[in-house]
């Protein structure tokens, strides 16, 4: 009886770690699925199986990013104040909005005024009242957010973003702003 105990404990165990191993890709899978990644240039589009996104990105990156999903809105979204950097997408790397283009909407996701090139994102050909315009990067195909007609000046457009789906990357030292910020003279 206990010989078979312990058989079946070892099954077991051999089952467990056989899924948490096919779970949790090896660091070598993801260091390959990121050199692909990084060899193909930022003017070229990103095609990723669902299988790499998942090594690359996390849970919560994953279900906004490749599942269309919407992460809850925090203060994460409009806490970091950054005036001279690019967001560009957590996917792919693709520059998607100036740091000078952000606003406080107080929507808890961060917000910008417009994107850093109109080809940098794609928009979708639907729109609701409720959810807008779905917006993709146009590179990885990636879901970001939303975008909204009631936005501030001078384009009048909110372009409601997942954090998750953004990484910031501050400019270097002694860059001068791209463009002027949305809020600077707002009260």
Known sequence: ????????????????????????????????????????SLDQKVDLTNKEWLVI???????????????????????????NGTYVCSACGNPLYSAETKFNSGTGWPSFWQPIRKEAIHESSTSSAIFGVEISCARCGSHLGHVFNDGPPPTGLRYCMNAVALTYREASPGSAPALPRADQNRP
Do not use: W
């Open 1 to 40: 009886m206990e010989r078979t105990v312990q058989f079946l404990l070892g099954v077991t165990i051999c089952i467990v770690l056989s899924a948490c191993f096919r779970a949790h890709p090896s660091n070598v899978d993801v260091a390959q699925i990121r050199a692909k990644l990084d060899a193909i």
């Open 57 to 83: 990105l996390s849970p919560q990156q994953f279900y906004v990013m490749r599942r269309a999903g919407t992460e809850l809105p925090s203060f994460s979204g409009n806490a970091f104040d950054h005036h």
